[in-house]
């Protein structure tokens, strides 16, 4: 019936013993590698900015995705208005903030 192909005949002890098992443990290996150097630290550094941001609050100084810093004006909902300079206010997400800086810092700038 097969003129090309012959009929496979497993051995006896491939049909699920220790084979089995070495044909798993290399992928859940990699996952678990995968696990703790990419997936772990993301959802860890995620979580301290959630954080951060929902921690911000009127006259934090910050920077901003952007690059920009300002001190925070006011808070409406998910949007903040930080004031630039005496002159300047912007309207920003607040999950654009990438750092909270220690007061003052600012002001030792100019």
Do not use: C
Request: proline fraction near 5%.
């Amino acid at each position: 019936m097969s003129l090309f192909i012959q009929a496979a005949h497993a051995a006896p002890e491939a049909a699920g013993g220790p084979a089995m098992i070495m044909q798993w443990i290399f992928p859940l290996a990699i996952f678990a590698i995968f696990y703790f150097l990419v997936i772990r630290p993301q959802s860890k550094r995620a979580k301290e900015h959630r954080n951060m941001v929902d921690s911000l609050a009127v006259g934090n100084e910050v920077i901003f995705a952007g690059g920009l810093m300002g001190k925070i004006k006011s808070i409406e909902g998910d949007y903040a208005v930080v004031s630039l300079n005496d002159r300047n206010d912007v309207m920003i997400q607040r999950a654009s903030v990438i750092s909270v800086l220690p007061n003052g810092t600012i002001d030792g700038l100019q």
